[in-house]
C-alpha cells in the first residue's frame, strides 16, 4: 500500500510558467510532509516542507499548499526556469516521532526555455 | 552544514562479488539510512540504523546487509551482488529539527 503517490511520473512547462507537482496521501496522521528536489547522478536536497497544521508555506518561488480533506498537497513553481528541471519527490515521516520518511515515486519535470 | 559524503560516485562490480558501500557523516547524527532509487519506483529504505550497532530493516533488505561500528559510517553490504541490483544507491542522515540530508549518491552497476 502506497501511502504517498506522486501519479504524474512527468511534466513539461514552460519557462517562466507555472510549475504545478502534485502529491496524494491516504494516512490522515502525517505530522509534516516535505518536498525533496533531485538531479541526475546527485543526491536529493530539502526543498520545502509544511505542518498538517498548515494549509500553505511559501518560500521564495516555491509554495506549497496543503488539501487536508482531499489528502493532497501540491507545489508550485513560479517562475519556472530552465534550472527547475530536476526530478521532485514528496515525503512523510512514516509515523509521529519516527525520522524514517516513506517517498513518492518522484515526477520529473521539465522545463522548456 | 551537514555534509554526508559516500565513497563512490561510480562503481562497477561483477555478479557474486561482495560490494561495500560506504557512507560518512560528519553531524554526529544518531539516524542514517540507505536508499536505491529505481526510475518509477521512488526512494525505496534498505536499512537503516537509530545508534552504533543498531539497525533496522527497511522496505527492501533482502541481499543487504549493513554495518554501523562507529556513530558517523554506516556501511552497506551486498552480499553476493546480482544484476538486479544495478541501482543508484543513497545514504541520508537526519537529527534534530533537521531533514533528511543525502549524500551525492552511489550509481552501482552489476555486471
Known amino acids: 500500500d502506497q501511502q504517498v503517490k506522486q501519479n504524474s511520473p512527468s511534466l513539461s512547462v514552460q519557462e517562466g510558467r507555472i510549475s504545478i507537482l502534485n502529491c496524494d496521501y491516504t494516512?490522515?496522521?502525517?505530522?509534516?510532509f516535505l518536498w525533496y528536489k533531485k538531479y541526475p547522478a546527485e543526491g536529493p536536497t530539502f526543498l520545502i516542507s509544511i505542518s498538517s497544521i498548515k494549509d500553505k508555506n511559501e518560500d521564495g518561488r516555491f509554495t506549497v499548499f496543503l488539501n487536508k480533506s482531499a489528502k493532497h498537497l501540491s507545489l508550485h513553481i513560479v517562475p519556472s526556469q530552465p534550472g527547475d528541471s530536476a526530478v521532485y519527490f514528496c515525503?512523510?515521516?512514516?509515523?509521529?516521532?519516527?525520522?524514517?520518511?516513506?517517498f513518492g515515486t518522484g515526477t520529473r519535470l521539465k522545463v522548456l526555455a | 552544514d551537514v555534509k554526508v559524503t559516500q565513497s563512490s560516485r561510480y562503481l562497477v562490480k561483477r555478479t557474486g562479488e561482495k560490494v561495500f558501500l560506504e557512507c560518512v557523516q560528519d553531524m554526529d547524527h544518531e539516524n542514517m539510512f540507505w536508499y536505491r532509487q529505481d526510475p518509477g519506483l521512488g526512494l525505496r529504505l534498505i536499512y537503516f540504523?537509530?545508534?552504533?550497532?543498531?539497525?533496522e530493516k527497511g522496505d527492501i533488505p533482502e541481499g543487504y546487509s549493513v554495518s554501523r561500528e562507529k556513530k558517523e559510517r554506516f556501511s552497506l553490504i551486498l552480499e553476493s551482488a546480482s544484476t538486479n541490483q544495478t541501482s543508484m544507491y543513497l545514504c541520508a542522515s537526519i537529527g534534530g529539527n533537521q531533514p533528511q540530508h543525502f549524500g551525492d549518491g552511489t550509481r552501482l552497476s552489476i555486471l
Open positions: 494516512n490522515s496522521m502525517f505530522d509534516y
Open positions: 540504523s537509530y545508534d552504533v550497532k543498531m539497525k
Open positions: 515525503a512523510a515521516p512514516l509515523s509521529s516521532g519516527t525520522y524514517k520518511y516513506i
